[in-house]
């Protein structure tokens, strides 16, 4: 993801390299990133909810935990994306770089994971201080046109949050109705895939449509839980292959008949988009374990693993950088480096910089916990 983010500045570069537009009926391998991350959330989620289980977790405090976790990442996102679109720095108090510097420096306050060496009391005064910081921040915003804070397109980190939230909810009640979550999965399915072509006419049913990405996005969330439970719990264990076959074709099948009535769209979270995305991990993802399985040598993998631990502080260097960079009045990408061969070299090259800066983070204990 931070890949493909930076390589989203550079001009001149192949299409199949690039976000398709909106209205494009495509996909290249850049809109399959963001997929990618809904479906690790998904393959992580059953992992997790054991976990919280077995320390003597109550349903309803799982709930209640991941509605917690979804929420913040809600809240970050809002305040993220109102950093990089809207904000007027003439209008308001700050610079839009000081103002996104304190809202990035209050999300650190609130959201790190303390050493054990810290006091209660310190922990607490630190995060007073953040949640302090992000209400300053939003109390004094100022838009181009004058308006405050509006939640947009949620940012990257909010549709996380929502798909999370829609998902975990939708996973714990399978497990004790599962008959009617198909019921209701299919009913909601067919209104997906022909709501958009004017089957069906009712204000209800609009209201859910208007919700379509989120349902998208959860599909996806879901699909990665699916594919956890197939391949790891001892229940499907004698029937793992079947199942996980079985899903592989469903998600090709039902990929090209949803593209029938469904333009693919990234932008619009299109149900065709949805599932080819769930095709392409699904295939990935039995790619990768062939020959991590098979393979004598894991050395190969160390240098991402601190990503896969502290994977929020990743994903917010190098928004940060980008600020401290603009506060100090330089540039993010050297001239040379913006655009064709060379801007896909400076990409790669950014990404490798911020794994190391993350990596060195992480080590010194510098980790995000929602």
């Known amino acids: 993801m931070i890949f493909v983010n930076e390589l989203a500045g550079i001009a001149d570069i192949p299409q ?51 509605f917690t976790r979804a929420i913040s990442l809600i809240v970050i996102g809002v305040f993220m994306v109102n950093s990089s679109s809207g904000l007027s720095g003439e209008l308001a108090p700050l610079s839009t770089d000081a103002w996104t510097l304190l809202m990035y420096a209050s999300v650190f306050l609130i959201w790190t994971k303390y050493p054990s060496r810290f006091s209660r009391l310190g922990i607490w005064v630190a ?45 714990l009640i399978s497990q004790r109705v599962s008959w009617l979550l198909v019921v209701l999965l299919v009913c909601v399915g067919t209104y997906l895939m022909l709501g958009p072509s004017g089957y069906f006419d009712s204000d209800i049913l609009d209201q859910i449509a208007a919700g379509r990405g989120h349902l998208t996005h959860s599909a996806i969330v879901l699909a990665g839980i699916i594919l956890a439970v197939l391949m790891y719990s001892e229940n499907y264990a004698s029937k793992r292959n079947l199942g996980v076959a079985a899903c592989c074709a469903a998600a090709i099948v039902f990929a090209f008949a949803t593209w029938q009535v469904s333009p693919i769209s990234k932008i619009h979270a299109s149900p065709s988009w949805g599932l080819f995305s769930i095709t392409a991990c699904l295939f990935s993802f039995l790619l990768l374990r062939r020959l991590l399985d098979n393979s004598q040598h894991m050395g190969w993998v160390r240098f991402v693993q601190p990503a896969a631990g502290n994977p929020l502080v990743f994903y917010l260097l190098p928004f940060v950088a980008a600020a401290m960079l603009g506060a100090l009045s330089l540039k993010s990408r050297p001239e040379l480096f913006a655009a064709g061969s060379m801007g896909v070299l400076w990409s790669v090259f950014f990404t490798v910089v911020i794994a190391i800066i993350g990596g060195w983070l992480t080590r010194v204990g510098i980790r995000l916990r929602l």
Request: proline letters at 4%.
């Open 127 to 171: 995060r007073f201080i953040g949640g302090f910081g992000l209400m300053w921040l939003w109390w004094i915003y100022t838009g181009i046109d004058g308006h405050g804070m509006t939640p947009q397109w949620w940012g990257i980190l909010g549709l996380i949050g929502w798909a999370y939230a829609i998902s975990l909810a939708v996973y």
């Open 16 to 66: 199949w390299a690039a976000h398709m537009p909106a209205d494009a009926d495509a996909m290249s391998f850049v809109d399959v990133v963001f997929p990618a991350f809904l479906f690790i959330v998904g393959l992580s989620m059953p992992f997790a909810i054991q976990a919280r289980r077995a320390s003597g977790a109550t349903t309803w405090q799982i709930l209640t935990h991941g």
